[in-house]
Every structure is written in structure tokens, then in C-alpha cells.
Nanobody
């Protein structure tokens, strides 16, 4: 099991930036691929970004490419999501997720078995 706690959400104007953090404990974090997902009101949860266990590979949803950046610090058991040039359509609850053992980064949420409680991001126009 991996326990995940997100932080850093809030209210920001369009064009602004936020940095989300996800602190992990439990199963060996440094060997686990991680992902960020989001869920807007009335919509299904969707993949935002993923990062491999050593940070060597990343993957992004087309809607956030060039604006968002995922990174991790295995010494601190933390994964980050830097969000720039935010748009009102980025408004959602953002979730951190840990991939199942031996699973690589993936946009398929079924490959993740531990989730944080979520942090709200609201972008005003």
C-alpha cells in the first residue's frame, strides 16, 4: 500500500500558475510509477500526466502538453505537478495516483491502485 496526500490546490486567475505536491508513504515510492488525474464536475476522471519510477520518462494528456510539468523527488517521496498558463477548463479536483507494482506510466486508471484524497483547483476567467 502507498498512502498519498495531495496539497497545493487553490483558486487562481486564468493565465496563472499552481504547483501541486503529492507526499507518499508506504510501499517503496522510488520504484513506483506515479500519475496525476483530474475530475471536473459532471465529467469522468481523466489522465493528466505520468512519470516513471526514476523520473526518466513522462507522459502528458494533449490538453496540458506544454503547460504542465510532472516531476518527482524520490529522496523526499514526493511527486509534483507544475501547472502554468492555467485555463478555466483546468478547473477540477486533482488526484495523485501510484501505479500497481511492475506497471509503467499509463493513462489507464485501472493500472493505478492507490489514490490520494484529491485537491481542488479552480481557475477563474
Amino acid at each position: 500500500q502507498v498512502q498519498l496526500v495531495e496539497s497545493g490546490g487553490g483558486l487562481v486567475q486564468a493565465g496563472g500558475s499552481l504547483r501541486l505536491s503529492c507526499a507518499a508513504s508506504g510501499r517503496t515510492f522510488g520504484m513506483t510509477a506515479m500519475g496525476w488525474f483530474r475530475q471536473a464536475p459532471g465529467k469522468e476522471r481523466e489522465f493528466v500526466a505520468g512519470i516513471s519510477w526514476n523520473g526518466g520518462r513522462t507522459n502528458y494528456a494533449d490538453s496540458v502538453k506544454g503547460r504542465f510539468s510532472i516531476s518527482r523527488d524520490n529522496a523526499k517521496n514526493t511527486v509534483y505537478l507544475q501547472m502554468n498558463s492555467l485555463k478555466p477548463e483546468d478547473t477540477a479536483v486533482y488526484y495523485c495516483a501510484a501505479a500497481k507494482p511492475l506497471n509503467d506510466i499509463s493513462p489507464d486508471e485501472r493500472r493505478y491502485d492507490n489514490w490520494g484524497q484529491g485537491t481542488q483547483v479552480t481557475v477563474s476567467s
